[in-house]
């Protein structure tokens, strides 16, 4: 392991700052591109005539489904090929299939559109996170990955705010291609000035050049049973984080009677804003108080859940509307700040060349879980609740999640008691572990 002080800070004459600013950018445009059609919602609800179950299903199940399926195999090809050439392709195909879906007819069609984008987003995180890992060593990864995972929130802002805004003036299918362009302009950008780190770059671990197979990868994650936990934690507070970026517009759109550019400007600064705060500091926190005890990495994930839930009833069940906003505060700053520590300890679990795999098969369990089904059984239960409480069944619904998140707390707990033990065993052999062995 290197000392911080000799580990290289840049690749290729490139500083590694800029190369985790452009990764970021890559998230930006991401969560951009994935959250767009969360804004345009309502809009799109009116024009096909959808139900809560079938924008639930769209919005989350039909982009979830490939987005996470195909991010392992395209992360067992990133452990063996140019990862920023993976990243850069994949950014030009979603943004593309996004400014597709501006040409939608019917729901059919914007359902295909939109497993396009989960296709091309499928190949980003996996290798993204791949190379932060290669440029950051595990006692600075979680804020550097904190950093990179604040582009979500980003995303988020730009979706709701600058997509609220296109609609306004201009229409929801005009704010699908203006959510494509960044994207395809950034794919050029990365690919010319962004270098391929070497594997092991910060931690001097020689890379043998010998990728596992996917089963392999698959046998020795489930062996770690921090990581099964960890898995399971973020794919539950997925499940609420998703379902809220989903349903929380519409919330404010049918009880507070919010215009499309009004409720983009609030959605957009809560979860671009005050999210980003939030995603940030837990990994820096997470770093700062993981040297002194490696599971403050989960403790930190446990705080942040146990201080935002007494804040769920009246953030979605106050008539007041600045009531209701003042108490979606908290529970916005938390509700992304389980990934950089999650993330971080998934790097530090496995060795170089599993690395993508491992992050995408996280991804996969948080996708499918939390992504794939939050939105749209939240959706569902919301249809389900309509005859008895009426317009106010999302907001019951959305409240549910809450159940979902003191789950992910006691996966995070289990965790932590895992991770000191099979951290030190895996730090002991991590320059001689023959990968496959």
């Known amino acids: 392991m290197s000392d911080q002080n000799t580990a290289p800070r840049a690749v290729n004459g490139t500083s590694r700052g800029y190369i985790l600013v452009m990764l970021t950018l890559v998230y930006v445009v991401n969560y951009l591109d994935r959250n767009i059609l969360n804004q345009l919602l309502p809009a799109i609800k009116t024009e096909f005539h959808l139900s809560d179950g079938d924008l639930g299903f769209l919005s989350g199940f039909v982009f979830a489904i490939l987005y996470a399926t195909l991010g392992v195999p395209l992360a067992w090809f990133a452990d063996r090929a140019n990862r920023r050439n993976v990243i850069a392709v994949s950014m030009m195909l979603f943004a593309a299939m996004t400014a597709v879906s ?73 704010a699908f291609l203006a959510a494509g362009i960044p994207g395809l302009v950034l794919a050029f950008l990365f690919i010319f000035t962004v270098p391929e780190p070497k594997r092991g770059l910060v931690e001097n671990i020689a890379d043998t050049g010998e990728t596992p197979h996917l089963g392999q990868t698959i046998v020795y994650l489930l062996s770690q049973r921090s990581f099964v936990f960890i898995a399971l934690g973020t794919a539950m507070a997925a499940f609420g984080g998703y379902a809220g970026n989903v349903f929380v517009p519409s919330m404010y759109d ?35 108080l993981g040297k002194r005890d490696v599971r403050w990495n989960m403790w930190v994930i446990l705080v942040i859940i146990f201080s935002a839930l007494p804040f769920f009833p009246l953030y979605f069940l106050s008539n007041n509307l600045y009531v209701s ?7 916005t700053m938390n509700g992304a700040a389980y990934l950089a520590p999650s993330y971080a300890m998934i790097q530090s679990l496995v060795p170089l060349r599993m690395r993508a795999q491992a992050a995408a098969i996280l991804l996969f369990t948080l996708n499918i879980i939390g992504f794939g089904s939050g939105p749209w059984l939240v959706g569902i239960e919301s249809d389900l609740l309509k005859p008895v409480f009426g317009v106010d069944s999302i907001r019951w619904a959305m409240l549910s999640t809450a159940i979902t998140w003191l789950i992910a707390a006691w996966c995070f707990w289990m965790a932590s008691r895992a991770l000191p033990g099979e951290l030190a065993r895996n730090n002991q052999k991590v320059e001689t572990v023959e990968v496959g062995a």
């Open 102 to 174: 501006a040409y939608a007819a019917n729901f059919v069609q914007l359902v295909f559109a939109r497993i396009g984008t989960g296709i091309g987003e499928a190949g980003t995180s996996p290798s993204v996170n791949s190379i932060i890992s290669d440029l950051y060593e595990p006692k600075e990864r979680a804020g550097a990955l904190s950093f990179y995972a604040t582009g979500l929130n980003v995303g988020l802002l730009l979706a709701f705010f600058g997509g609220g805004w296109v609609e306004h003036r201009y229409g929801w299918r005009n």
């Open 254 to 288: 049918r009880i507070f009677h919010l215009d499309s550019e009004t409720r983009g400007f609030l959605v957009g600064g809560l979860f671009g804003v005050v999210g980003g705060v939030g995603t940030y500091f837990s990994g820096v926190l997470a770093d700062r």
């Open 325 to 331: 906003i003042l108490c979606s505060l908290v529970p």
